[in-house]
């Protein structure tokens, strides 16, 4: 199993930036995918769901309106959009997979998002 993202980068506030994350070794679609980010000097947070179908998402109430989770089953790649990037959404962004039986058992290797001008 391997979790790939891709899309990070550094980006004025305000503005927006598509995160990637591909998904190999496993049935994709059968599972659910989670984002989590962690800035320095702070603990994990879970930023997004969605269910294995995509038709099911939750977010962080600090990204509410401002995030997208979307997932491509046939390209076997969950995506995050983010828009209005405030500084305070800099730091570390993961992809994780959701076990129904063994909770998040696969992590990426993250992709760094920094919001800043």
């Known amino acids: 199993v391997q979790l790939v993202e891709s899309g990070g980068g550094l980006v004025q506030p305000g503005g927006s930036l598509t995160l990637s994350c591909a998904g190999f070794g496993f049935t994709f679609s059968s599972y659910a995918m989670k984002w989590y980010r962690q800035a320095p000097g702070k603990e994990r947070e879970l930023v997004a769901t969605?269910?294995?179908?995509?038709?099911?998402?939750n977010y962080a109430d600090s990204v509410k309106s401002r995030f997208t989770i979307t997932r491509d089953n046939s390209k076997n790649t969950v995506y995050l959009q983010m828009n209005s990037l405030k500084p305070e959404d800099t730091g570390m962004y993961y992809c994780?997979?959701?076990?129904?039986?063994?909770?998040?058992?696969?992590w990426g290797q993250g992709t760094q998002v920094t919001v800043s001008s």
């Open positions: 969605i269910s294995s179908g995509g038709d099911t998402t």
């Open positions: 994780v997979r959701a076990s129904r039986f063994r909770g998040l058992d696969y």
